[in-house]
């Protein structure tokens, strides 16, 4: 009875109490079985080979008994499964959660924002099934150890079809995943990972299918197989044979029967004995089982079943006293932190900007309807501010999107620096944010906080070694006065800002209803413009610029004119802000530089001499690599020729933030283009940028020349420019040249050349423009 009672409960857990006690017991009765054969060989009858036979099932039992024991003490040997669970499911079950998280990772990085949002939602629909699969596995095992069955389906059917299930449709979701970044050209990112993602998930389920294998066999736990198939009939043979001898006794000589029966009935007596109690000890095993293994593997099963289902109550952490079972529980609870971990990451992403961390167009939008909806309940007024940084583009191009991105990040803290608590900074795209101010109580409580804004984004910042200055541009709508709609007054605060950057930037405007008409109108005239570039209605007309002195043709100035088809010839005024805003002016430019080149050719065939051209370049224009390349590439190549071609720019350019300008600037001058500062007297242009930049003309606006024969004052400017540029062994052009007081003065001052309607006006024409008038003034 103590053997059977040792042994179950090895099969529960192997402590060295029972093993003492089992091996003790087992020499106890090879002791009593020893005793018994020395006794039985003194009798005539055959019962002393019973007894060898108990003395060798007994050797039997110690040594099966003692492979029990061996087998009981490995986990990996009692239940061979869980080599295969260790070494090749939970690796790939790693592996995959990890190809899910760096896949998550590549989309942020490598997707554009706008398609972010949809790519990550279908990436966090693959988790859930692969954590359903690894979920009914363990379901499956746990149910399986609940069960004690030789059979796997007897109580695993509905786990096994469920992985199933599971598999099935994460496969199919990770092939329409799969497709879709093929046909949107995004294999680049995800190709790898989701390569990886298949491969461990064919290897989980074939591993999957020899685990089933393994636990279908009647070995599937080699302790109860062997206690089952071995010591089980060991004992009933030791019991049949002690019942043979019983019987065997029974019919011996009166003499002995009394002292037979009484040892064959202490025998049976303590046979039955070790059977109560063997039962005794399976019920209080069942017991053991049930509250130690059982009941933590069922609550197990009941919170995984909850966290398939996503749901978000909390479930009491089950305790299990067997350390596998604890070991199982475990790691279930850190699945699920695991997974909560996860989750809360793949919303913050989805509703946070990845550069600066503050809220993304998604959150904020939903907050502004929310804050509209307790406005319209009388609780106060709601601001909206659009603020968008002037120039910010200039910052990327010329220093690169490493420094912009740092100075975002910078504005980023500013602005959260100057808000409450209630108040939300939100980042839209690029460099445009976005403020809510909740419970103002009137406009004028918007234009402090819209002042401290402005100074704070004025504020230098260092970024990279680099001493960057940009401003802002604010529109403000305020609700319910303006709008009650959150699109509409999304847009109010969005037309509001783009009137503050018509108004000369740096500054902040509140929304009006002229404001809209106002960008319908700008809207209206942006989709001509584009029009008429697609229609080729923009060209140059060329202008002469003479020699002041003897009325030589220096060189000829393209001026870009739209001929309309309805109000005719319209000057830059009408259009040029428009191009630049836009970009078409780069498109523009590649047919506007061809025309100047046939021009110049036709010009120099008719004249017998080479005739040199002049072209005006924007901000836009020098900031735009593409254009300043393919100049270069003209230059060198000879299809323009560089010794007469006149680049001009203005002074407002010079005030910029343009490196490679600069740079290209100097490459042009370099292959033998010359540089013009064109409207001199006008920007912000000083001394020091005539001495940095490699400027060979100097052009006096016509501002100052129009009044040169009346005006002491325009005449001592004048002057003045003229020998502040030849001073630098700069020549100088005077624009805007209309009479000849204004000729005989600018020759008297030592102006090199001139420039206006005096000696010509600006014509789309490709004959000499040269004529016996303006000889015969110079002449005079």
Same mark, same amino acid.
């Given at each position: 009875?103590?053997?059977?009672?040792?042994?179950?409960?090895?099969?529960?857990?192997?402590?060295?109490?029972?093993?003492?006690?089992? @091996?003790?017991?087992?020499?106890?009765?090879?002791?009593?079985?020893?005793?018994?054969?020395?006794?039985?060989?003194?009798?005539?009858?055959?019962?002393?080979?019973?007894?060898?036979?108990?003395?060798?099932?007994?050797?039997?039992?110690?040594? @099966?008994?003692?492979?029990?024991?061996?087998?009981?003490?490995?986990?990996?040997?009692?239940?061979?499964?869980?080599?295969?669970?260790?070494?090749?499911?939970?690796?790939?079950?790693?592996?995959?959660?990890?190809?899910?998280?760096?896949?998550?990772?590549?989309?942020?990085?490598?997707?554009?924002?706008?398609?972010?949002?949809?790519?990550?939602?279908?990436?966090?629909?693959?988790?859930?099934?692969?954590?359903?699969?690894?979920?009914?596995?363990?379901?499956?095992?746990?149910?399986?150890?609940?069960?004690?069955?030789?059979?796997?389906?007897?109580? =695993?059917?509905?786990?096994?079809?469920?992985?199933?299930?599971?598999?099935?449709?994460?496969?199919?979701?990770?092939?329409?995943?799969?497709?879709?970044?093929?046909?949107? =050209?995004?294999?680049?990112?995800?190709?790898?990972?989701?390569?990886?993602?298949?491969?461990?998930?064919?290897?989980?389920?074939?591993?999957?299918?020899?685990?089933?294998?393994?636990?279908?066999?009647?070995?599937?736990?080699?302790?109860?197989?062997?206690?089952?198939?071995?010591?089980?009939?060991?004992?009933?043979?030791?019991?049949?044979?002690?019942?043979?001898?019983?019987?065997?006794?029974?019919?011996?000589?009166?003499?002995?029967?009394?002292?037979?029966?009484?040892?064959?009935?202490?025998?049976?007596?303590?046979?039955?004995?070790?059977?109560?109690?063997?039962?005794?000890?399976?019920?209080?095993?069942?017991?053991?089982?049930?509250?130690?293994?059982?009941?933590?593997?069922?609550?197990?099963?009941?919170?995984?079943?909850?966290?398939?289902?996503?749901?978000?109550?909390?479930?009491?952490?089950?305790?299990?006293?067997?350390?596998?079972?604890?070991?199982?529980?475990?790691?279930?609870?850190?699945?699920?932190?695991?997974?909560?971990?996860?989750?809360?990451?793949?919303?913050?992403?989805?509703?946070?900007?990845?550069?600066?961390?503050?809220?993304?167009?998604?959150? #904020?939008?939903?907050?502004? @309807?929310?804050?509209?909806?307790?406005?319209?309940?009388?609780?106060?007024?709601?601001?909206?501010?659009?603020?968008?940084?002037?120039?910010?583009?200039?910052?990327?191009?010329?220093?690169?999107?490493?420094?912009?991105?740092?100075?975002?990040?910078?504005?980023?803290?500013?602005?959260?620096?100057?808000?409450?608590?209630?108040?939300?900074?939100?980042?839209?795209?690029?460099?445009?944010?976005?403020?809510?101010?909740?419970?103002?109580?009137?406009?004028?409580?918007?234009?402090?906080?819209?002042?401290?804004?402005?100074?704070?984004? @004025?504020?230098?910042?260092?970024?990279?070694?680099?001493?960057?200055?940009?401003?802002?541009?604010?529109?403000?709508?305020?609700?319910?006065?303006?709008?009650?709609?959150?699109?509409?007054?999304?847009?109010?605060?969005?037309?509001?800002?783009?009137?503050?950057?018509?108004?000369?930037?740096?500054?902040?405007? #509140?929304?009006?209803?002229?404001?809209?008409?106002?960008?319908?109108?700008?809207?209206?005239?942006?989709?001509?413009?584009?029009?008429?570039?697609?229609?080729?209605?923009?060209?140059?007309?060329?202008?002469?610029?003479?020699?002041?002195?003897?009325?030589?043709?220096?060189?000829?100035?393209?001026?870009?004119?739209?001929?309309?088809?309805?109000?005719?010839?319209?000057?830059?005024?009408?259009?040029?802000?428009?191009?630049?805003?836009?970009?078409?002016?780069?498109?523009?430019?590649?047919?506007?530089?061809?025309?100047?080149?046939?021009?110049?050719?036709?010009?120099?065939?008719?004249?017998?001499?080479?005739?040199?051209?002049?072209?005006?370049?924007?901000?836009?224009?020098?900031?735009?690599?593409?254009?300043?390349?393919?100049?270069?590439?003209?230059?060198?190549?000879?299809?323009?020729?560089?010794? =007469?071609?006149?680049?001009?720019?203005?002074?407002?350019?010079?005030?910029?933030?343009?490196?490679?300008?600069?740079?290209?600037?100097?490459?042009?001058?370099?292959?033998?283009?010359?540089?013009?500062?064109?409207?001199?007297?006008?920007?912000?242009?000083?001394?020091?940028?005539?001495?940095?930049?490699?400027?060979?003309?100097?052009?006096?606006?016509?501002? #100052?020349?129009?009044?040169?024969?009346?005006?002491?004052?325009?005449?001592?400017?004048?002057?003045?420019?003229?020998?502040?540029?030849?001073?630098?062994?700069?020549?100088?052009?005077?624009?805007?040249?209309?009479?000849?007081?204004?000729?005989? #003065?600018?020759?008297?001052?030592?102006?090199?050349?001139?420039?206006?309607?005096?000696?010509?006006?600006?014509?789309?024409?490709?004959?000499?423009?040269?004529?016996?008038?303006?000889?015969?003034?110079?002449?005079?």
């Amino acid at each position: 009875m103590n053997l059977l009672n040792h042994l179950q409960r090895i099969l529960i857990e192997p402590r060295v109490k029972d093993l003492d006690v089992t @091996e003790n017991t087992l020499e106890q009765l090879e002791q009593v079985l020893l005793d018994l054969a020395g006794a039985l060989r003194r009798l005539p009858s055959g019962e002393a080979e019973l007894a060898s036979g108990l003395l060798e099932d007994k050797r039997l039992l110690e040594k @099966e008994v003692q492979k029990l024991i061996d087998v009981r003490r490995d986990v990996e040997s009692w239940f061979p499964a869980m080599k295969l669970m260790l070494e090749e499911m939970y690796p790939h079950n790693k592996g995959m959660l990890s190809e899910l998280q760096l896949l998550l990772q590549e989309v942020e990085v490598g997707v554009l924002l706008d398609e972010q949002v949809d790519v990550i939602a279908q990436i966090t629909t693959l988790q859930p099934l692969w954590l359903g699969m690894t979920g009914e596995m363990r379901l499956m095992v746990a149910n399986r150890f609940g069960l004690f069955s030789t059979s796997l389906r007897a109580g =695993s059917n509905g786990h096994y079809d469920n992985i199933f299930d599971f598999a099935e449709r994460f496969i199919d979701r990770l092939h329409n995943f799969e497709r879709r970044f093929d046909s949107e =050209s995004l294999g680049f990112v995800s190709s790898e990972s989701i390569t990886k993602m298949k491969i461990h998930f064919k290897s989980w389920m074939n591993s999957l299918e020899q685990v089933m294998v393994f636990m279908d066999k009647p070995t599937w736990r080699v302790d109860l197989h062997g206690m089952r198939e071995t010591i089980t009939p060991l004992l009933e043979r030791m019991r049949f044979r002690f019942s043979s001898i019983d019987l065997n006794l029974d019919t011996q000589s009166a003499d002995g029967i009394t002292q037979l029966t009484q040892t064959a009935k202490l025998l049976s007596l303590s046979i039955l004995g070790m059977a109560m109690l063997g039962l005794l000890m399976l019920f209080l095993a069942y017991q053991f089982i049930k509250r130690n293994l059982i009941r933590p593997i069922a609550q197990t099963a009941l919170a995984l079943k909850q966290e398939a289902r996503g749901g978000l109550e909390i479930i009491s952490q089950p305790i299990g006293n067997l350390r596998e079972t604890q070991d199982l529980v475990d790691a279930f609870s850190e699945m699920r932190k695991q997974v909560r971990n996860r989750q809360r990451h793949l919303d913050h992403v989805a509703h946070h900007d990845a550069l600066t961390q503050l809220p993304n167009r998604i959150l #904020f939008h939903d907050r502004l @309807e929310h804050a509209l909806a307790i406005a319209l309940r009388g609780d106060g007024l709601v601001g909206l501010m659009f603020l968008d940084l002037d120039r910010f583009k200039q910052v990327n191009d010329s220093l690169g999107h490493l420094v912009g991105d740092e100075l975002l990040k910078l504005i980023a803290e500013r602005l959260t620096s100057l808000m409450r608590s209630s108040d939300t900074v939100a980042r839209l795209s690029g460099d445009e944010f976005a403020v809510l101010i909740e419970g103002i109580s009137s406009r004028e409580d918007l234009s402090p906080l819209a002042e401290k804004i402005l100074r704070a984004v @004025e504020q230098p910042a260092v970024v990279a070694g680099h001493e960057l200055r940009v401003s802002a541009s604010i529109g403000i709508a305020v609700a319910p006065y303006d709008d009650v709609s959150v699109d509409y007054l999304i847009r109010d605060a969005d037309t509001a800002m783009y009137e503050a950057k018509r108004q000369g930037r740096a500054a902040y405007r #509140f929304f009006s209803g002229e404001m809209t008409k106002r960008a319908s109108e700008g809207l209206k005239r942006e989709n001509e413009i584009r029009h008429a570039v697609e229609s080729g209605e923009f060209t140059f007309h060329f202008q002469p610029i003479l020699d002041s002195h003897t009325g030589a043709l220096f060189y000829f100035e393209a001026l870009l004119r739209w001929q309309h088809p309805d109000r005719g010839i319209l000057s830059p005024d009408h259009f040029l802000s428009v191009l630049d805003e836009t970009g078409l002016i780069s498109t523009l430019f590649d047919p506007l530089l061809e025309q100047a080149s046939l021009f110049q050719k036709e010009q120099s065939r008719l004249r017998s001499e080479k005739v040199a051209i002049s072209i005006n370049l924007s901000a836009r224009l020098l900031n735009d690599p593409v254009f300043c390349r393919n100049l270069l590439q003209n230059l060198v190549s000879g299809k323009i020729s560089p010794g =007469s071609l006149i680049l001009e720019i203005t002074e407002d350019i010079l005030t910029q933030e343009l490196a490679e300008a600069d740079q290209f600037l100097q490459q042009s001058k370099a292959l033998g283009a010359r540089i013009a500062l064109d409207d001199f007297g006008t920007g912000q242009a000083s001394l020091s940028h005539l001495r940095q930049f490699p400027f060979d003309l100097l052009k006096i606006d016509m501002d #100052f020349i129009r009044n040169v024969d009346v005006d002491a004052n325009d005449a001592s400017l004048v002057q003045a420019m003229v020998q502040l540029a030849h001073a630098f062994n700069i020549n100088v052009v005077a624009e805007g040249v209309e009479n000849e007081a204004q000729l005989a #003065f600018l020759q008297h001052q030592g102006c090199d050349y001139i420039q206006g309607f005096l000696v010509g006006f600006p014509q789309h024409d490709r004959q000499p423009i040269e004529t016996v008038q303006h000889i015969l003034l110079f002449q005079t």
